[in-house]
């Protein structure tokens, strides 16, 4: 059993820059790929960015490219979602994931809580 707890998310205005984190425990961290999901209010969740188990790859949803990126520590068992250029459009709960290397959330069998983030205009 993996436990995941996000940390990070806030209050930025458009333009600004965020880094989440994301703390494992409770189980073999190496073993999963790591995902960020993000949900707004009323959406299904959707994909953000994954890193394989590894760190050697990395996928990112298209508008995402450039502007976010995704990172994990291995001696830290933690995995870093870095993001640059915020727009309004990025507003939505963010969540940790671990799970087999993939877009779907299905792949995904632990979940965190989920973090706020707020990107005012």
């Known amino acids: 059993q993996v436990q995941l707890v996000e940390s990070g998310g806030g209050l930025v205005q458009a333009g600004g820059s965020l880094r989440l984190s994301c703390a494992a425990s409770g189980g073999t961290y190496n073993r999963y790929a790591m995902g960020w999901f993000l949900q707004a209010p009323g959406k299904e969740r959707e994909f953000v960015a994954a890193i394989s188990g590894s760190g050697a790859n990395t996928l990112y949803v298209d508008s995402v490219k450039g502007r976010f990126t995704i990172s994990r520590d291995s001696a830290e068992n933690t995995v870093d979602l870095q993001m640059n250029t915020l727009k309004p459009e990025d507003t939505a709960v963010y969540y940790c994931?671990?799970?087999?290397?993939?877009?779907?959330?299905?792949?995904?069998?632990?979940w965190g809580q989920g973090t706020q983030v707020t990107v005012s205009s």
């Open positions: 994931a671990a799970g087999t290397y993939s877009y779907s959330t299905r792949q995904y069998r632990y």
